[in-house]
């Protein structure tokens, strides 16, 4: 048994996944346009933090350049970080996830998506991670990310 919300009164019955597997998702986004870029990867280390980096670069071309917001994991502060030209690394203060839009996009997902379901495999749990990301839209991104702080720095 597991809690979940219901009518007060009534006993509902939900299945409770007892085992653990872990996808990681590594994403970008801009809450003014809802352009994102996103990456479903088995764990979080350089390597994939630096491919996530090249994938941004990539995605928005040479001529942009990309401020993007982070927080101040290991991953994101490691000396082999590969940082490309056209992206420059924003660091929050410690302990602000308020701070950063993508946070709030993760809660999202969680709520709508990804939490209170009983996953067969891992490849399941790939295959839910990679539906929720595609089903998102610029719309439901620039809605569920905005942000006053970055509003009013522009």
């Given at each position: 048994m597991t809690r979940v919300w219901a009518r007060r009164?009534?006993?509902?019955?939900?299945?409770?996944?007892?085992?653990?597997?872990?996808?990681?998702?590594?994403?970008?986004?801009?809450?003014?346009?809802?352009?994102?870029?996103?990456?479903?990867?088995?764990?979080?280390?350089?390597?994939?933090?630096?491919?996530?980096?090249?994938?941004?670069?990539?995605?928005?071309?040479?001529?942009?350049?990309?401020?993007?917001?982070?927080?101040?994991?290991?991953?994101?502060?490691?000396?082999?970080?590969?940082?490309?030209?056209?992206?420059?690394?924003?660091?929050?203060p410690a302990y602000s996830p308020e701070l950063n839009p993508v946070e709030r996009l993760w809660c999202w997902l969680k709520e709508h998506d990804l939490s209170n379901r009983v996953y067969a495999d891992y490849q399941a749990l790939l295959n839910a991670g990679t539906t929720a990301w595609n089903r998102l839209t610029p719309e439901r991104i620039k809605s569920v990310c905005r942000t006053s702080w970055i509003e009013h720095a522009n």
């Open positions: 009164g009534s006993r509902p019955v939900q299945v409770k996944q007892t085992q653990y597997d872990w996808i990681y998702l590594f994403g970008a986004l801009n809450p003014q346009s809802g352009d994102s870029v996103g990456l479903l990867a088995p764990t979080v280390n350089t390597a994939m933090m630096n491919l996530h980096l090249r994938m941004i670069s990539e995605h928005v071309g040479c001529r942009v350049q990309v401020v993007l917001v982070m927080d101040q994991a290991g991953w994101h502060v490691a000396k082999h970080l590969v940082v490309p030209d056209n992206i420059t690394l924003l660091f929050l």
